[in-house]
């Protein structure tokens, strides 16, 4: 009887499953590094306390 501690999805049977599976995890291992870096680029962009003292007429810079 399955408990709340090892609560888990089944083992692949086939070679092709479990082939599938390692794949999935790849690729969602990639996705989540992606999304770490790109919120981390947001963040530190959302919070930069850097300006340009030669900026003239306060005029705002625009990031593409």
Do not use: C
């Not at 794949?23 to 300006?51: E, P, R």
């Amino acid at each position: 009887m399955a408990t709340w501690s090892n609560l888990n999805f089944q083992n692949g049977v086939s070679p092709l499953m479990e082939q599938i599976i390692f794949f999935h995890d790849h690729s969602l291992i990639i996705l989540i590094m992606i999304t770490i870096l790109v919120s981390y680029m947001m963040l530190s962009m959302f919070f930069n306390k850097f300006i340009n003292r030669f900026l003239m007429e306060g005029q705002m810079i625009e990031l593409i």
